[in-house]
Every structure is written in structure tokens, then in C-alpha cells.
């Protein structure tokens, strides 16, 4: 066997094993890179940036699983520190059903954060005031359009088995007039419903928070308006928790940072082994087409 | 009979629907409204009969120590274990059922989802050859969104973003639309023909 | 099956009406120039003249909604740039003086009052702020508000909709007389019959895949009149299938559809409880459900139709490593070069909506492909139009009040 017919034919788990190295390695050596915010990260968060505090709120649908929390977990704690930080009530709901422990998770750990920072007990953040999380439902189209009429018609309790009208929050925002925009943060197709659906209906503005396999779908809403705004990947969390440090809503950066620096060894390592793909590829037919 | 009423409920319930988006009256939004409850409901009640599915499949094959039964005994007593502690202990933020989740399932999902970064590695490898203009041109394009949208790809020219950007932009943009009007298209036609009844293959096709 | 019904239903109008919801202009009522009704000059609401106060306020029913909304639209007032904003003053026919029931930052001139009765004649009267005093306007005409039964912003979706029921009508009767209409041969469906014999041939199951979508995506639809098709083959070929669902009601319909085509191919008894299962709604879950069962069962064929997002690869990618005949059939976009890599046949977009008919042949279907090749004629022939204007320079969209 020629050098150039091995380099086409390299085992894949030689392939896996130099991207296990290369995904682990950034964890020791770190790295920063500046980023460079792209313009649909930055439109989102201008979005967020133009909503009056303590006025409506925003509406965030966590609609991703463990499976892809390294991408969107990174997006969501950044989002809420930005709205908390402007003083923007949050609703979160979920239609996915493995959503809700994350949400949670987020929630908790951002008003933790927060509160630990605060100056004041005052400042503190309060459930049923500041934010609400409202749960998993079925029917996600049909629960989308039943919000825009009434959001306790959906949701009569929250997460935690409150009544939706007991919470003072829940009291003001009744459905879709009282929220700024709904941001998906999702590993699948879910903002497409609520651009089809509730958004045609009743107007709600649309962002979202996708993994970087997903984002390329939304491009052509971003420019038709239809999505104001988008975080793509881990790329896109880590440019949103970069504007949320720079703003200084937040002390220090989040986590993905150092997620962004294993990603481009990945994109080396296959631009690397499509490049000696290529190589091999034409000697070979070029060996081929001598033999003719 | 057992193929009309399926048709005669699904043009009945496709038409109404279809004339209350006309209709911004509040008894044409209560109806919608209501229409949205069952939906809800039946979505829910759906459940149950998936999950009896699941049990039944999956005690049979413990039953009948069918081929590697044992992967279902893990599948069941994953989900008792998993309901049950939700329902006795409850769903909040500190509690056991939360800890399981973010300690087991969350590091079992990702590392399904970064299964995903090893396929794309090795399909990459396999199938990205310039065999032939197009796939040559194809081949460029991936390595220049590539290199554009690393964070290092501004230091190798600074317009290197910008052009990947604009790869994305517009010919990517353009191809994904002309497919999106086809699937608008065949979205609408695929409604009218099961609202019409005239396709009716989802019932076991002709009478 | 009330849900696929209803959720079809509303795909029916919505994916037309974002790009093309034209709103048609309303009247508005003009503000009277001499107020007949006398303005409370009541002591907490003085007057003053060191701002001038907005003029011009009209008040309209809200069109085409529900009731209760009546909005209001002003001049502003000469000195917005020094004011603080503005206060809304609103009396019913039987009150006596005007209350405040909302305000605005300077700068805006609309205003939507959600809090009115319907039938009840209301005015209104908006206020400039300044140094804590109010430099009110001339009240506007009396309006009502009241609940609409059409909704004219929707003219144009009607009308597609009529216009397109009208073609596929028509090509349906025209099928239904006999006329032979061409079909371009689809490689992906061709090679069912020999995905299937194959499978017999091995003693080996096949694996169907209908998608990660619910019910309400219209390729899980397709991909059902597809599964119909396929387990008609199945039935008729004896091998086995394995159809595994992550959502609940496709489940319950994937498995009246398996076993309608085992009965219309007069084989019930060949239909087996276990050939239709319900796995997870967990997304990753479900694709490790999946590659396991090719890993311990090796289908011999692989079907995936129906929606898929980032997990395609990992099913198909395992799927051509145990070395199984793959046909893909999405319509998601970015899932597509994944498909194409790792499998033999992948059918692209809207070819999977015209499998069934592809598949099954039967004239009616066939004519309703021809009606959706109109359609997509008649837009590309509006967006041609459109971007020929647009390169001349010419921007009617403000003309045409396109929301």
C-alpha cells in the first residue's frame, strides 16, 4: 500500500482518539482568544438592552436537553444575568420534556450568583416577583397559541405546584401583550413554532439561543426580521457572556469560553484530515490516471 | 363506517379551524381555545398509552428472556426508580430527583450528544474529496465558514469573517429558501389533501 | 387522531401568511375640530399655556380583533422635546369628567386602551406634561368599540387558500378522468421495493425511523402515508419491522397505519404487536435507543423519514458502519448533507411529500403534486416580478401596507 492510498484510509479510531486529546487539552492550557461578536448575537442582546426595567417581561422557552447543555446552558445563564440585571421579569416554561431540571438549575444558580453580589437584601431577587417558572406542557403548538389568550389557561399552576394567580408577577402578565420576546433556547426545531404560530397570531417577537448544528436554519428569519435575534452555539454563548462581562452586568465570564477553545481544535483537526484526505485523494487518482 | 368517521371527524375539525383564523370574534377565540385544551389533554392522554407500550414491549422480552433482555430491566426499573422519587420526594431545586438528574442523566446525555463530534470527524474525512468541481467548490466553502467563524480565523485575514459570513448570508441563504418555499408548498398541499380526504394512505390507503 | 387533524388544519393558513399578510388600510375617524362636549376644567387638572398640548387625536376600534381595544393616535405637541410625556384622559358617554387611564413617554403618538366596554361610546383627550401640569387637546370624536366578525388583514391568505383549493380540485377531477400525468422518477423511492426484498432475502428486520417530529410536523405526516406504503410492501414481502417512535400520538398512529396496510394487504395475522414501539421523547435518548437496536438487531434496511435534527448523523452514520441499505427522506435543510453522506438514497425536501403518491400511484395523489408545482409557479413568478421592481428601484411594500 502506497503512503498516499494509507492517508486516505486512516482508521476512524485513530481519528476519534486524536480528537479526544485535542477536545481535553484546552481544560489545561488555557488560551483567550478575543472574540468577535457577530452581528445576530448582537442584535439580541440590543433587543434585551431596549426593554424599558420593570416593565414587560421577557418569556424564555428552555427547550434543550442534557445532551447539549455544554451549548445552550452556557446561553441561558448569561440571558437571565443580562435580564436580572436590568431589572426585566423572566418567565421560563419548557416544552421539551427533559428541559425543566435545567431550567431550574440555571434559574437557581444565576439569582444565587446575583444575590451573592447584591449590595442590599433589598436587591435581592424573589421568586413570584422577579421570576416564575412555569413547567412542562404537552400540545406545544396549542399551548403557544392558547398563551396569547390567557397564560393561566395553560399554565393554572407553576413548576412547584404554585397557582399561577397567587404569584404577583403571573398577576401583571396575563399573556403575549405583557412580554417584550420569547427566546428559544433549543437543540431542535422549536422556534419555527412560535414563529408560525404565535407569532403570526399575535405578534410576540422572537429570539432564540441554538446549538451551532441548528443555527444555520434561522439565518434567513434573522434578516427577514422574523427572529430578532440569535445565539449560535457555544460560539454565541460566549459572545453573549462577553457583552453581559463588557456591560458589566456580570464579574466574570461564564463557561464558554473555554468551551469556544476545545471547539476550534475540533475544527483543526478535521480541516486537518480533510486536507490530508485531499492529498491522498490526488495522488492517487493522479497514480490512477498515469496507469491509463 | 370505521373509515368514514375518521375523514368526516378530520374534514369537520380541518374546516372549522380553518374559517376561525378568519374570524377574531371572542366565541370564534373560545372555541379555538377550547380546540387547544383537548389537544393538550389528548397530547397527555397519549402518554399512557405510549408508556403502557413501553412496559408491555419490554416485560415480555424479561418474560420470555428474549435476546438481551436485561437492557430492559434497566430501561424499566430506570423509569420507576426515576418516577418514583420525583412523586415521594418531589421536583424542587435541592432535592433528590434533581441531583440524579443533573449527576446521571445530564453527563449520560452528553456524552451522546459528543458522539456527535466524532461522527462528524470521521464523515468529514470520508466524504469531503474533491471528486469533482462541485464537490471542490464545496470543500472550499466548508473551510472558509470554518476558519471564518473560529475565533482565530480574523487573525489569518481580517476579512475572513466577513466572507464566511457572507457564504452564509447569501448562497446558503438562497439554497435554504428555494427548499423552504418547496416544503411551504408541500406542507399546505400534504393539509388540504388529508382535510380533503383525498390522501388517505395514514388510513390504510383506499376503501 | 383529533390532534393530526387539528394541527393540520392550522398548518394549512399559517406558513403563507408571514410573507404575505397585507393589512388593508383603515378609516380613521377625523377629530373634531369644535368640541361639542365641554372639557371638565375640574381644580386638579389646571390649564396652562406655557407647553402647547398634542393636537389631531384620533380614536378607532382596533380592527379585527376581539373587542375591548380602541386605539389612539396623536400630533405631537410642538414643545415634545422640553415635555416629560403624555397622560391619557378618557370619558364614557354617562361620566361627567375625564379620568386618567394611561400614559406615554414624549416622543410616542399611539396608545392602546385594553380596558374599554364594548358598545359603550367613549372620548378621549390626551395630555402634554410639563412642570407637573397637564396642557390637554382638543377631545377627540366619539368611538365605540366592538368585536369583528372577518378579519380583512386576512384577505390574502383566504384567497390563496381558495385559489389553491380551486387547482387541486380541478387536477384532481382531471387525474380522475384518466389523464396520465408524468412523474419524474424519484432514486430513493424506486429502491423501496428492493429495500424491502432485500431485508427478506437476509432474514433480517427492517428499521423505520419516522422522524424526531410530533405529529404536527408535516413531514412525520408524509413519512406516515410513507410507512403505510412500506408496510403494505412488508406485509406482502413477510419480513419483519421495527418502527420506533419517540412521541406518544405518532406512536398510536404509526401503529394504525402498520396495521391498516397489513389488513388492506389481507394479512392481519401477520402484524405483530412489537413491530411499533414507543422508546422516548428524549431526543439523544432516543438516538442511542436507535443506534442500539441496529447494533443488536442489524436491520438489514434502515428507513429514516420524517424530521431529524443534530442527532441525524449518529443514526445514520452507525446505520452504514453495521452496514445496512439506508434511504433518508427529511425535510430539514441543515440534516440533508448528513443524510447524503451516509446513506445510499436520501429523498430532499418536498420529494418526500410526494412519495405516497410516488409510491402508490394513485391519480388523485398524483394530481394534487401537479396543483403544488402551480403554486410554487405562481410564487416564483410573484418573486421574479418582485425583485425585477426592486432592481429598478420601485419599493411597493409601503403601497401595499405589507405588515
Redo the contacts between chains.
Keep these: 500500500m502506497k503512503w498516499y492510498d494509507r492517508i486516505t484510509t486512516i482508521d476512524r479510531r485513530i481519528i476519534y482518539l486524536l480528537l479526544t486529546v485535542l477536545v481535553i487539552m484546552p481544560f489545561f492550557v488555557k488560551v483567550t482568544i478575543p472574540q468577535k461578536i457577530m452581528p445576530q448575537t448582537q442584535k439580541l442582546f440590543d433587543f434585551i438592552e431596549s426593554i424599558p426595567p420593570n416593565d414587560k417581561a421577557v418569556l424564555i422557552s428552555f427547550d434543550y436537553s442534557p445532551q447539549t447543555m455544554p451549548e445552550c446552558h452556557p446561553m441561558a445563564k448569561a440571558l437571565l444575568k443580562h435580564c436580572f440585571a436590568r431589572g426585566i421579569p423572566v418567565i421560563g416554561l419548557s416544552f421539551d420534556p427533559e428541559a425543566p431540571g435545567l431550567a431550574v438549575d440555571a434559574l437557581v444558580s444565576v439569582v444565587h450568583e446575583l444575590d451573592s453580589l447584591a449590595d442590599q437584601k433589598d436587591d435581592s431577587l424573589i421568586y413570584g416577583i422577579d421570576y416564575v417558572y412555569l413547567g412542562w406542557k404537552s400540545g406545544r403548538i396549542a399551548a403557544q397559541l392558547d398563551m396569547g389568550e390567557a397564560i393561566s389557561g395553560v399554565f393554572p399552576r407553576d413548576y412547584f405546584g404554585n397557582l399561577i394567580d397567587s404569584l404577583p408577577l403571573m398577576q401583571v402578565v396575563k399573556n403575549y401583550k405583557n412580554i417584550a420576546i420569547v427566546v428559544i433556547l433549543a437543540s431542535a426545531d422549536y422556534p419555527i413554532d412560535w414563529i408560525r404560530y404565535p407569532q403570526t397570531r399575535y405578534g410576540v417577537k422572537v429570539g432564540a439561543g441554538l446549538t451551532a448544528v441548528m443555527a444555520p436554519q434561522y439565518y434567513p428569519f434573522v434578516q427577514t426580521g422574523q427572529v430578532s435575534g440569535l445565539m449560535s452555539g457555544m460560539k454565541g454563548a460566549a459572545e453573549y457572556e462577553k457583552l453581559v462581562l463588557d456591560y458589566g452586568y456580570a464579574r466574570t465570564l461564564g463557561n464558554a469560553e473555554t468551551g469556544m477553545n476545545s471547539q476550534s481544535m475540533i475544527h483543526i483537526l478535521i480541516m486537518v484530515f480533510i486536507i490530508i484526505g485531499n492529498v491522498g485523494y490526488f495522488f492517487s487518482r493522479r497514480k490512477k490516471e498515469a496507469q491509463k | 363506517m370505521k373509515r368514514k368517521l375518521p375523514l368526516a371527524i378530520c374534514f369537520i375539525t380541518g374546516v372549522s379551524m380553518i374559517v376561525q383564523f378568519f374570524i377574531p370574534h371572542p366565541t370564534s377565540l373560545e372555541f379555538s381555545s377550547m380546540i387547544y385544551k383537548w389537544i393538550i389533554v389528548l397530547m397527555a392522554l397519549a402518554l399512557i398509552l405510549a408508556i403502557g407500550n413501553l412496559i408491555r414491549h419490554h416485560g415480555n422480552k424479561i418474560r420470555r428472556k428474549k435476546e438481551n433482555w436485561q437492557y430492559s430491566i434497566v430501561t424499566l426499573s430506570g423509569m420507576v426508580v426515576m418516577a418514583t422519587i420525583g412523586l415521594a420526594w418531589g421536583i424542587d431545586p435541592d432535592s433528590l430527583y434533581q441531583r440524579i438528574y443533573l449527576n446521571v442523566m445530564a453527563p449520560l446525555g452528553g456524552t451522546m450528544f459528543a458522539l456527535l463530534a466524532y461522527y462528524m470527524a470521521s464523515a468529514a474525512y470520508r466524504s469531503f474529496r474533491a471528486r469533482s468541481l462541485e464537490a471542490t467548490l464545496l470543500l472550499l466553502s466548508a473551510f472558509i465558514v470554518m476558519i471564518g467563524f473560529m475565533p482565530f480565523g480574523q487573525y489569518l485575514h481580517p476579512r475572513f469573517p466577513a466572507f464566511a459570513e457572507w457564504i452564509m448570508k447569501v448562497p446558503n441563504m438562497a439554497s435554504q429558501r428555494g427548499i423552504l418555499l418547496g416544503v411551504a408548498f408541500g406542507s399546505i398541499a400534504t393539509a388540504l389533501k388529508i382535510i380533503l380526504g383525498i390522501e388517505r394512505s395514514w388510513l390504510g390507503g383506499k376503501e | 387522531?383529533?390532534?393530526?387533524?387539528?394541527?393540520?388544519?392550522?398548518?394549512?393558513?399559517?406558513?403563507?401568511?408571514?410573507c404575505l399578510?397585507i393589512t388593508v388600510p383603515q378609516t380613521i375617524s377625523t377629530p373634531q375640530t369644535s368640541p361639542d362636549l365641554p372639557v371638565s376644567q375640574s381644580s386638579e387638572l389646571p390649564v396652562s399655556r406655557q407647553y402647547a398640548p398634542p393636537s389631531k387625536v384620533t380614536a378607532i376600534d382596533k380592527p379585527?380583533?376581539?373587542?375591548s381595544v380602541i386605539q389612539l393616535r396623536w400630533t405631537l405637541s410642538p414643545d415634545d422635546a422640553s415635555i416629560e410625556g403624555y397622560t391619557i384622559l378618557r370619558k364614557a358617554s354617562e361620566d361627567t369628567a375625564y379620568t386618567k387611564i394611561g400614559s406615554t413617554i414624549s416622543g410616542v403618538t399611539t396608545f392602546e386602551d385594553?380596558d374599554v366596554q364594548d358598545s359603550v361610546q367613549y372620548k378621549y383627550i390626551v395630555a402634554a406634561i410639563g412642570n407637573g401640569e397637564m396642557y390637554r387637546s382638543e377631545p377627540s370624536a366619539l368611538v365605540t368599540s366592538y368585536?369583528?366578525?372577518?378579519?380583512t388583514g386576512?384577505i390574502n391568505?383566504?384567497l390563496c387558500?381558495v385559489a389553491?383549493?380551486l387547482t387541486?380540485a380541478y387536477l384532481?377531477i382531471k387525474a380522475r378522468t384518466g389523464k396520465d400525468l408524468f412523474i419524474r422518477k424519484i432514486a430513493g423511492l424506486a429502491a423501496v421495493d428492493e429495500a424491502v426484498g432485500r431485508a427478506t432475502e437476509m432474514g433480517k428486520p427492517i428499521l423505520y425511523v419516522p422522524g424526531?417530529?410530533?405529529i404536527?410536523w408535516?413531514a412525520t405526516?408524509?413519512s406516515?402515508?410513507?410507512l403505510?406504503?412500506v408496510a403494505?410492501k412488508i406485509a406482502l414481502y413477510d419480513s419483519a419491522l421495527i418502527v420506533p417512535?419517540r412521541?406518544?400520538?405518532t406512536?398510536?398512529?404509526s401503529k394504525?397505519?402498520v396495521?391498516?396496510?397489513f389488513?388492506?394487504e389481507g394479512s392481519p395475522e401477520k402484524f405483530k404487536?412489537?413491530y411499533?414501539?414507543?422508546?422516548t421523547?428524549?431526543?439523544?435518548?432516543f438516538?442511542?435507543a436507535i443506534t442500539?437496536i441496529m447494533m443488536?438487531e442489524k436491520p438489514a434496511t434502515n428507513f429514516f423519514i420524517g424530521?431529524f435534527?443534530?442527532?441525524s448523523?449518529?443514526m445514520a452514520?452507525t446505520g452504514a458502519q453495521t452496514g445496512a441499505f439506508q434511504i433518508a427522506g427529511t425535510?430539514?435543510?441543515?440534516q440533508l448533507p448528513?443524510f447524503v453522506?451516509?446513506c445510499d438514497y436520501t429523498l430532499?425536501?418536498?420529494e418526500?411529500?410526494?412519495a405516497?403518491a410516488y409510491l402508490?400511484r394513485?391519480p388523485?395523489?398524483l394530481g394534487?403534486?401537479k396543483?403544488?408545482d402551480y403554486?410554487?409557479l405562481v410564487?416564483?413568478l410573484i418573486l421574479f416580478g418582485f425583485t425585477v421592481i426592486s432592481f429598478l428601484g420601485i419599493n411597493l411594500l409601503p403601497l401595499l401596507g405589507v405588515q
Design positions: 387522531m383529533l390532534i393530526l387533524l387539528i394541527t393540520l388544519a392550522s398548518h394549512l393558513a399559517i406558513p403563507l401568511s408571514p399578510l379585527n380583533d376581539a373587542g385594553e368585536p369583528q366578525l372577518f378579519h386576512r391568505v383566504l387558500i389553491f383549493t387541486l384532481v424526531l417530529g410530533d404536527d408535516t405526516i408524509a406516515m402515508n410513507i403505510g406504503e403494505k417512535n412521541w406518544s400520538v406512536y398510536t398512529v394504525e397505519v396495521k391498516e396496510a389488513i388492506s404487536e412489537e411499533v414501539r414507543y422508546v421523547e428524549s431526543q439523544f435518548g438516538a442511542a442500539g443488536r424530521r435534527w443534530a442527532e448523523l449518529i452514520e425535510d430539514s435543510v441543515l448528513f453522506t451516509a430532499i425536501g418536498e418526500l411529500y410526494a405516497s402508490s394513485e388523485l395523489l394534487s403534486l396543483a403544488q403554486g410554487k410564487v416564483l
